[in-house]
């Protein structure tokens, strides 16, 4: 029994074998970083990879996404049940035109495990969806997501009209945002309050904001 197996399973788009896998690693006590990274996500890369080159497509990336999200539901309740206290409410989703959520769910599930109170929206969402919930929930902190280049300017749009509900509209959130397309300069010029390279590092950067006042 080992990683290499899991990956295998999720090139093999094989969402049994990869729950089944996932679980023999987490009751064997392998570290859960070591079965996502190994195991989940690098095996998304290689067929990101591939469908790139054209040698394998949408459908494909679809059942090993499946796959891997058959993989995070036996980690989860690992990764939120800490037992830590709340210390923030964030909200959290993918932006307007872009479907993906495997990375969003990893984040929101290290938020919740960081003992953040967390409103996932989803993917496709508008901005004014994101506004809605962040007032209605009194949050603190709204996490954008988005995989694809054109997610870029929705970022940009959604970050804009946060910062306007924030000036007009009674509201008192930062922004956070990630995603492979988005880099530390993208944030800054779009004036989002973060970027975090991936879900571990969300959580210390939420952590931080917070710290710095609100
Ligand atoms: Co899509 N897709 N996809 N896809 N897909 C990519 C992103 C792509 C890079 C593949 C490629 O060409 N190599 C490419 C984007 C190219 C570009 O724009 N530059 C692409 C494309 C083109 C498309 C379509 C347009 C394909 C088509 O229809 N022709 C289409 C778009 C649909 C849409 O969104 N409107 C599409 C569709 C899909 C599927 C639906 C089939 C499926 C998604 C299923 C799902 O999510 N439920 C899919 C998949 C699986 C991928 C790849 C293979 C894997 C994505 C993934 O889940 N990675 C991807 C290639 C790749 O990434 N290697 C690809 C694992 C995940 C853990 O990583 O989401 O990056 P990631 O999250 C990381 C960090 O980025 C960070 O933390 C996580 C790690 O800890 N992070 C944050 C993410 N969000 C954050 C938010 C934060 C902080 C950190 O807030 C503070």
Redesign the pocket.
């Known amino acids: 029994m080992s990683i290499q197996e899991i990956y295998d399973a999720v090139m093999a788009y094989e969402e049994e074998d990869v729950a089944e896998l996932v679980q023999a690693q987490v009751d064997a006590g392998t570290d859960i970083e070591k079965i996502l990274n190994e195991g989940l ?1 690098s095996a ?2 290689v ?3 591939k ?2 080159a054209g040698t394998l497509f ?1 459908p494909e ?2 059942m ?3 796959a ?2 058959a993989g995070l539901e036996i980690v989860r309740p690992l990764l939120i049940d800490t037992g830590a206290k709340p210390v923030g409410t964030v909200i ?1 989703g ?1 932006v307007k ?8 769910n ?2 929101g599930m290290m938020f919740e495990g960081a003992g953040f109170k967390l409103i996932d929206l989803g ?2 969402v508008d901005p004014e969806e994101f506004i809605s919930a962040a007032q209605e929930n009194d949050a603190d902190i709204i ?9 870029m300017p929705e970022m940009e749009k959604t970050v804009e009209a946060i910062r306007d509900a924030n000036k007009n509209r009674n509201l008192n959130v930062k922004t ?6 988005i880099n530390e300069e993208f944030a800054t010029r779009i004036g989002a309050d ?9 959580v210390d ?2 952590r931080a904001l917070m710290a710095a006042g609100i």
Request: hydrophobic share 45%; aromatic share 4%.
């Open positions: 996500i998304l890369d067929i990101g990879e469908f790139s949408v990336m679809l090993a996404a499946e891997v999200q959290l993918t035109g872009d479907l993906h959520d495997i990375g969003k990893l984040v993917t496709d996490a954008l997501s988005g995989l694809l280049t054109t997610s956070m945002v990630g995603g492979p397309p973060g970027y975090s390279v991936d879900a571990p590092t969300a950067d939420a």
